[in-house]
């Protein structure tokens, strides 16, 4: 049989539309704002369908924007042949099968680069900014800068499993290194972790978008990880803090979601000592809603002791030796001892608060992948602010990329991740690049192969 075709649009007026009770979709304030805008940019695209006792089968959120409108009518389809079980599987089928189409991530970029590029608000296509910074990496032609200075095999990463072999409380031994699958909120985890030692530095990015919760009015959420996260970090009284945040847009303009956090770091005794811009190379194309294209982010440097950087940057003059010619010169001409004369320039210098280290041109959105660093970033921050063998504390792990750096700088990594998708990305990872140390789990004493044989979960090729 030919499937049915509606034979007619009606206009209704909003008030003979009655919302289904049992609807299991949910429409928050931010996204009905998000429809109301759209149907005042394309028109109204889509009829609210109702069954024949005028009771809404798909489009309770466009009920919700026209009256946000204020409209008069608005176009529905009666669908009066729907059986009683069809009509209430139909509520959950109209939802969900839109939710299982894919995207093709290069032809999206590529539509959105060109909207971008003829000044279209991209907020009307309904991708949050941070999923549009996702997805609007430099393309690749863009990228060729950042792929000829040179690109870090270390930073190739397996894809987050659906299946984890990994679960909440899993404390990892990977080489020198130790990474808990748990909450870096809860004391008893971080101890766990710790296992008596104290770290000399702390370099973490934490998470942001989704965390950021403004829809409620606030960054209430944020707010609470970011003081239960640092109200219990292990760190010496010399300890160095350095936390990386990026600029998050919202009506319109920048918000400074950092200053509570910043105020209440202050308080519990955590000076402001440094603040760096992460230069993070080709940025987005073109304008980004009006703006420059962002292309950095920052890193906040707390102590409560200050502590040298270490020499790391080599410097461009190294080995040359200043005569009575070079330096500098007293009144009288003459070129003194302090100036180094007759010294060579030394091998290295400190950096400068400008970090350039390239981030990666491709992250996905189907992967909700957290950003990840660069190996290059939390492995510049170790070497300059701790030294060889020490212990650095990464709270928010993601997918391992501290304790591939901690392991090239040779420092000793202790980090917590919560989601156990991430822990078995960051022990796959490690596999890969360091196949000869193994992973083994905290006290049962097996291999991270030998879990899976046992938890009956597959470990993917990578
Ligand atoms: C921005 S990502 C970090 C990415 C990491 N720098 C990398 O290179 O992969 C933040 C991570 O923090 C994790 N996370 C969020 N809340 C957490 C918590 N309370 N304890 C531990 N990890 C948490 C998230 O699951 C996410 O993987």
């Given at each position: 049989m030919p499937p049915r075709l509606p034979d007619a649009v009606e206009h209704w007026p909003p008030d003979r539309l009655k919302p289904y009770a049992r609807n299991a979709r949910t429409h928050d304030d931010d996204q009905v704002a998000q429809i109301a805008a759209s149907i005042v940019e394309f028109g109204w695209t889509n009829p609210i369908l109702v069954d024949a006792e005028g009771?809404?089968?798909?489009g309770h959120g466009r009920l919700l924007a026209a009256r946000k409108l204020g409209l008069d009518t608005v176009p529905v389809v009666v669908l009066?042949?729907?059986t009683p079980a069809q009509r209430r599987a139909y509520v959950i089928a109209d939802n969900k099968l839109a939710l299982n189409a894919g995207w093709n991530e290069e032809v999206l970029a590529a539509e959105l680069h060109a909207l971008n590029g003829a000044g279209f608000d991209l907020a009307l296509t309904g991708f949050s900014e941070a999923e549009l910074d996702a997805l609007m990496a430099p393309l690749d032609d863009e990228a060729e800068d950042a792929e000829s200075a040179g690109e870090d095999a270390d930073d190739d990463m397996p894809a987050p499993p659906r299946e984890p072999v990994s679960r909440n409380g899993d404390l990892w031994k990977i080489g020198e290194h130790r990474l808990l699958c748990?909450?870096?909120?809860?004391a008893s985890s971080v101890a766990r972790v710790m296992n008596g030692e104290r770290a000399a530095l702390v370099f973490t990015s934490p998470p942001y978008g989704n965390q950021r919760d403004y829809t409620t009015g606030g960054v209430g959420d944020w707010d609470a990880l970011m003081r239960g996260v640092f109200t219990a970090l292990p760190v010496t009284e010399a300890g160095q803090v350095l936390v990386n945040l990026g600029l998050i847009h919202r009506d319109n303009e920048w918000q400074p979601y950092w200053r509570a956090w910043l105020d209440w770091m202050r308080e519990q005794?955590?000076?402001?000592?440094g603040l760096y811009v992460?230069?993070?190379?080709?940025?987005?194309?073109?304008d980004w809603n009006g703006r420059l294209a962002p292309a950095f982010e920052l890193v906040f440097h707390f102590n409560r002791k200050a502590r040298k950087p270490n020499k790391i940057v080599p410097c461009k003059w190294a080995g040359h030796v200043n005569d009575a010619h070079g330096g500098i010169r007293h009144k009288d001409g003459h070129v003194g001892e302090w100036t180094h004369a007759g010294q060579g320039v030394q091998e290295m210098r400190i950096p400068d608060n400008v970090i350039r280290i390239t981030r990666h041109k491709a992250r996905g959105i189907e992967t909700e992948h957290p950003a990840v660093f660069p190996v290059a970033l939390p492995e510049f921050v170790m070497r300059a602010y701790s030294d060889e063998h020490d212990i650095v504390y990464e709270?928010?792990?993601?997918?391992g990329t501290s304790i591939v750096a901690a392991q090239r700088a040779d420092r000793r990594a202790r980090a917590i991740e919560l989601a156990p998708e991430y822990v078995d990305v960051a022990l796959r990872r490690w596999r890969k690049l360091f196949p000869d140390q193994p992973v083994i789990l905290d006290g049962e004493g097996q291999t991270f192969e030998a879990v899976a044989r046992a938890r009956g979960v597959a470990i993917p090729d990578d």
């Open positions: 009771s809404i089968v798909a009066d042949y729907l748990g909450d870096s909120m809860d005794g955590w000076r402001r000592f992460w230069d993070q190379g080709p940025g987005l194309p073109g709270p928010f792990a993601g997918s």
